[in-house]
């Protein structure tokens, strides 16, 4: 008789590889010296044309040209569209903040439910985004700083409800600001207008959601999953007259601390300023 397995008590990630996870990880105490090292190739203009601007030397070899975009339906122009528009916003408007109504279209139009469970065909919930095997080992959470509807605190996005569910909640602005200086080392950097962001979104991976049917293979899966929501989450600002900006460089155990991660196998990988 064959022996039934439980996966999901099965150990599923390597040592090795919660070593690569441990290296990656930036602290307090580094990163002056990161920012630094951050500032001379963003400021080196060797470093931009010939890193930013690469392409694959081939040598001799046959090429075609892709014809130009003169006739596309309007939702491949609408694309286009909001392709041109996407980019990084750094600095924010200090009097006007964004509202619970454009938070609910932005969180809405980035990470949502497009089908729902269906019994018959066992076919799971799909969203927006694509995940390996349908397994979403990604999370978003928020915190708002500067949104008058809602407290002061961390939620997490819950999609299947269209709900943000409150964490922890802030009595200070203070208390805020000081939360904020450890996790996104905002007093620390002067990259972001930090203190006139409305919200920063923390996208978390549950890697363990991913890793027990790929194994190792499923922390890549979440990376990349990672990359998808942010990107739609550039889109929306894009289409929502939002501003928005890809936050990489933060204390990864103080910002998992924060959003209530306990376990190894939970990890930040990506946050994102959000304003007007």
């Known amino acids: 008789m064959a022996k039934v397995r439980n996966l999901l008590f099965e150990p599923c990630i390597a040592d090795v590889s919660y070593d690569f996870l441990e290296q990656s990880k930036l602290y307090s105490f580094q990163a002056k010296e990161y920012g630094e090292r951050l500032n001379a190739v963003m400021s080196s203009d060797y470093f931009m044309r010939h890193i930013s601007q690469h392409s694959i030397e081939l040598g001799f070899c046959e090429e075609y040209d892709l014809l130009k975009m003169d006739e596309i339906p309007p939702l491949a122009q609408a694309l286009n569209h909001l392709n041109r528009l996407r980019n990084s916003q750094r600095n924010y408007d200090q009097i006007n903040k964004i509202s619970l109504q454009d938070l609910s279209h932005f969180l809405q139009l980035s990470y949502t439910i497009t089908q729902r469970f269906d019994a018959s065909l066992l076919m799971p919930p799909r969203r927006n985004i694509p995940s390996g095997g349908g397994l979403y080992p990604i999370d978003v959470y928020l915190i708002n700083q500067h949104i008058t509807e809602l407290p002061l605190g961390v939620f997490i996005y819950d999609l299947f ?27 620390q950097k002067n ?14 991976a549950e890697l363990e959601r991913s890793c027990f049917k790929y194994l190792d293979r499923g922390i890549r899966w979440a990376i990349l999953e990672a990359g998808e929501i942010v990107q739609a989450m550039y889109l929306a600002s894009a289409s929502l007259d939002l501003g928005s900006c890809a936050i990489g460089g933060f204390n990864d155990e103080a910002l998992a601390q924060l959003i209530g991660y306990q376990n190894p196998s939970q990890i930040t990988l990506l946050a994102l300023a959000l304003g007007k």
């Not at 990259?191 to 978390?204: K, N, T």
């Open 161 to 187: 409800t269209n709900k943000l569910k409150l964490l922890h909640a802030f009595d200070l602005q203070e208390s805020l600001n000081q939360a904020l200086n450890k996790t996104l080392f905002a007093q």
């Open 191 to 204: 990259d972001i207008d930090y203190s006139h962001a409305s919200a920063f979104l923390v996208l978390g």
